[in-house]
């Protein structure tokens, strides 16, 4: 949540993040360019207008990736950094209707066409563009990820000895791996690989489908569990046939088991196989993609795992029963008791006075916390837990009026979405800020 902010700047920190200031009080702060865009989805039109049409590129770029849908009006802005921001929008998991995509894919600067090539929905005509543009990088980006489209399903095409044979010589290490990831390369080909050089080569052929586990085995590489791999494609396009999906489960191979774990068309007995892989990645892409795992499985995962889908597994997890886990060793799973919708508030309670701050903040943001232990945690040493309950709208509204002028409180109860509107004018009036018009 940032360092601690003074009055009056930490009150214009906060209120340019309270989720409830109207849209006077917004216009105010977009006087100073003091707005932070991420704090909602949608923006009134009134303040889009603000937004857009603002002189100081730095608002247009935050509301190019953060503001509603009349975002989409930036793909023509004069500003080459403010386009740039548009088209990057994907990174934070935001999207372009194909319309917007076309018109950024003609931009003159290269940096805003190369962030188009990475959205999701790429319009078949932008495509071809960009498979074409000018600047080398664009172009092998595109045929990276919309070359596919020019395959046949499975997106592999089988190709000659001669052709083979010449990707296999190239001198460029990233062609003889891309050949060797290729499942209908011939075998005899693919051993040629396995004795290339260059590890990365090595790897990409040691989980050629065509392989014999012998064959694997013999191959000099060696995987390293706390690597990110890049996992065999063929192991998601291999048509459905139980037979084959089996055998390749029972694969030494743990790239393969883990490629194989993302399909979500796998038999029951091999997804009870991979259940108890001794592979924790293989557990993990399994939890993530197959519904219909052991309870265990999914608790096994969310004790373990903090990467980016430990919240949708926590959402699998039954809630009924989840507060007998209180008392656990793991603080991510005495959190988890706060689940329970039949865990009572004096469990709550006692649960916001866990030795874990991560346990602490959890039981903050549980509805069935009095006001009286929020105001109580304005006084926890955690600078999370503090400033949560600041941003808190339990706390009582004159707690809420003294926080204001505590320094390493001031910003987060500006913060807070019940903090009245005249108290919102009042402290932009006291931070010297313009009224209104």
């Given at each position: 949540?940032?360092?601690?902010?003074?009055?009056?700047?930490?009150?214009?920190?906060?209120?340019?993040?309270n989720p409830a200031a109207p849209d006077d009080v917004v216009e105010r702060l977009l006087s100073?360019?003091?707005?932070?865009?991420?704090?909602?989805?949608?923006?009134?039109?009134?303040?889009?207008?603000?937004?857009?049409?603002?002189?100081?590129?730095?608002?247009?770029?935050?509301?190019?990736?953060?503001?509603?849908?009349?975002?989409?009006?930036?793909?023509?802005?004069?500003?080459?950094?403010?386009?740039?921001?548009?088209?990057?929008?994907?990174?934070?998991?935001r999207r372009l209707p194909e319309e917007v995509l076309d018109i950024l894919a003609d931009d003159?600067?290269?940096?805003?066409?190369?962030?188009?090539?990475?959205?999701?929905?790429?319009?078949r005509q932008s495509q071809i563009k960009l498979l074409s543009d000018p600047m080398d990088d664009?172009?092998?980006?595109?045929?990276?990820?919309?070359?596919?489209?020019?395959?046949?399903?499975?997106?592999?095409?089988?190709?000659?000895?001669?052709?083979?044979?010449?990707?296999?010589?190239?001198?460029?290490?990233?062609?003889?791996?891309?050949?060797?990831?290729?499942?209908?390369?011939?075998?005899?080909?693919?051993?040629?690989?396995?004795?290339?050089?260059?590890?990365?080569?090595?790897?990409?052929?040691?989980?050629?489908?065509?392989?014999?586990?012998?064959?694997?085995?013999?191959?000099?590489?060696?995987?390293?569990?706390?690597?990110?791999?890049?996992?065999?494609?063929?192991?998601?396009?291999?048509?459905?046939?139980?037979?084959?999906?089996?055998?390749?489960?029972?694969?030494?191979?743990?790239?393969?088991?883990?490629?194989?774990?993302?399909?979500?068309?796998?038999?029951?007995?091999?997804?009870?196989?991979?259940?108890?892989?001794?592979?924790?990645?293989?557990?993990?892409?399994?939890?993530?993609?197959?519904?219909?795992?052991?309870?265990?499985?999914?608790?096994?995962?969310?004790?373990?795992?903090?990467?980016?889908?430990?919240?949708?597994?926590?959402?699998?997890?039954?809630?009924?029963?989840?507060?007998?886990?209180?008392?656990?060793?793991?603080?991510?799973?005495?959190?988890?008791?706060?689940?329970?919708?039949?865990?009572?508030?004096?469990?709550?309670?006692?649960?916001?006075?866990?030795?874990?701050?991560?346990?602490?903040?959890?039981?903050?943001?549980?509805?069935?916390?009095?006001?009286?232990?929020?105001?109580?945690?304005?006084?926890?040493?955690?600078?999370?837990?503090?400033?949560?309950?600041?941003?808190?709208?339990?706390?009582?509204?004159?707690?809420?009026?003294?926080?204001?002028?505590?320094?390493?409180?001031?910003?987060?109860?500006?913060?807070?979405?019940?903090?009245?509107?005249?108290?919102?004018?009042?402290?932009?009036?006291?931070?010297?800020?313009?009224?209104?018009?």
């Amino acid at each position: 949540m940032g360092d601690p902010t003074p009055p009056p700047e930490g009150w214009i920190k906060g209120l340019s993040k309270n989720p409830a200031a109207p849209d006077d009080v917004v216009e105010r702060l977009l006087s100073i360019d003091a707005i932070d865009f991420s704090t909602r989805k949608e923006w009134s039109d009134k303040i889009a207008e603000v937004a857009l049409n603002h002189p100081d590129p730095k608002v247009r770029r935050n509301f190019a990736v953060f503001g509603g849908d009349q975002r989409f009006r930036l793909a023509r802005d004069p500003v080459v950094k403010v386009r740039r921001a548009l088209a990057a929008c994907w990174e934070f998991g935001r999207r372009l209707p194909e319309e917007v995509l076309d018109i950024l894919a003609d931009d003159p600067d290269g940096h805003v066409r190369w962030e188009v090539v990475h959205h999701p929905n790429v319009p078949r005509q932008s495509q071809i563009k960009l498979l074409s543009d000018p600047m080398d990088d664009i172009r092998a980006e595109a045929r990276e990820r919309f070359g596919e489209a020019e395959r046949p399903p499975g997106g592999w095409t089988p190709m000659t000895a001669e052709e083979a044979d010449a990707l296999v010589t190239s001198e460029n290490a990233e062609t003889r791996e891309r050949a060797a990831r290729n499942p209908l390369l011939p075998v005899d080909v693919v051993r040629r690989l396995t004795r290339d050089p260059e590890f990365r080569v090595r790897l990409a052929a040691s989980s050629h489908p065509a392989l014999t586990e012998d064959e694997r085995a013999s191959i000099d590489i060696e995987i390293d569990p706390e690597i990110v791999y890049r996992l065999p494609e063929w192991t998601l396009s291999l048509p459905h046939d139980a037979v084959e999906v089996r055998r390749h489960a029972a694969s030494a191979h743990v790239l393969i088991r883990r490629g194989l774990a993302r399909r979500k068309d796998l038999p029951q007995d091999v997804k009870e196989r991979f259940a108890a892989d001794e592979d924790f990645v293989v557990r993990l892409l399994l939890a993530e993609n197959s519904d219909d795992v052991p309870v265990e499985l999914l608790l096994e995962i969310w004790r373990e795992w903090e990467g980016l889908s430990q919240w949708r597994i926590k959402e699998r997890i039954p809630r009924q029963g989840l507060r007998r886990f209180a008392d656990d060793p793991h603080p991510r799973m005495r959190a988890l008791a706060l689940g329970d919708p039949q865990t009572p508030p004096e469990l709550v309670d006692e649960l916001s006075r866990d030795e874990e701050p991560w346990v602490r903040w959890c039981a903050l943001r549980d509805p069935r916390l009095t006001p009286e232990r929020v105001t109580e945690l304005l006084e926890d040493d955690d600078p999370n837990l503090h400033r949560g309950a600041a941003a808190d709208p339990r706390l009582p509204l004159a707690r809420l009026l003294e926080a204001l002028e505590e320094t390493r409180l001031a910003a987060a109860a500006a913060r807070n979405p019940a903090l009245p509107m005249h108290i919102m004018h009042e402290l932009l009036d006291r931070a010297g800020v313009a009224d209104r018009q």
